[in-house]
């Protein structure tokens, strides 16, 4: 049972462009959201999180936005650049659970030139 | 900086092969997590421990067990090494009590089982 769900495996978006990945999740006691960006033979590296007290969270050229009724969100990288392109993790937890963290499938995003 | 470091960036083992993943954090971390990243399958969470000597299965422990004898250190053991446990294998680690803790990883361990 996949409680969070990346629909898009992958993503293409010019340099320069907006670039919107999303995430849904159905598990509705989840209260904390993270993104994390991974590089291929690397570990994956945290990027931004929000709460679910919040429905907007901005760090630089990153955002994440949390629609709590329809169980969304969607992190929005504007502009996208080329060193941008990896693989994107959506990763959820809820209070109780010691900071366990349930991820999605993610999505690949190349930022081409 | 946090670090966490994994004792091998590959591996190849033999099937039937007991197996030893190792992960230390220095910083003072209560959890530690062992995850495998699988193509199309993202990130599954094998087991954790939030303590020392303590630990929790995730959503696919069957034929996986860890240990947790130091704070800072977390095994992962294959009792006994099979081919669908080819995979890459991450660890990480982060704070239990504080409030909207990330997890710190590793820069993982790429297991072939042969």
């Known amino acids: 049972d996949q409680q969070v769900k990346q629909n898009s495996p992958s993503l293409s978006v010019q340099e320069g462009r ?31 999180s929000i709460s679910s007290i919040k429905d907007k969270n901005e760090d630089g050229r990153f955002t994440v936005f949390l629609n709590k009724s329809a169980k969304h969100l969607s992190l929005h990288i504007v502009p996208s650049q080329p060193g941008d392109s990896a693989v994107y993790f959506c990763a959820a937890t809820y209070t109780g659970t010691a900071s366990k963290l349930t991820f999605g499938t993610g999505t690949r995003l190349q930022v081409t030139l | ?40 399958l993202g990130l599954r ?49 982060s704070f239990r009590w504080r409030p909207l803790a990330e997890a710190f990883f590793g820069q993982g361990t790429r297991l072939t089982v042969v």
């Open chain 2, 45 to 93: 969470l094998i087991y954790f421990s939030y303590d020392v000597k303590m630990k929790e299965k995730g959503d696919i422990p069957e034929g996986y067990s860890v240990s947790r004898e130091k704070k800072e250190r977390f095994s992962l053991i294959l009792e006994s090494a099979s081919t669908n446990q080819t995979s890459m294998y991450l660890c990480a680690s």
């Open chain 1, 18 to 48: 907006i670039s919107i990945l999303n995430c849904d999740y159905t598990n509705s006691m989840f209260d904390y959201f993270l993104w994390y960006k991974k590089y291929p033979a690397e570990g994956p590296t945290f990027l931004i």
């Open chain 2, 1 to 40: 900086d946090v670090k966490v470091t994994q004792s091998s960036r590959y591996l190849v083992k033999r099937t039937g092969e007991k197996v030893f993943l190792e992960c230390v954090q220095d910083m003072d971390h209560e959890n530690m997590f062992w995850y495998r990243q699988d193509p199309g």
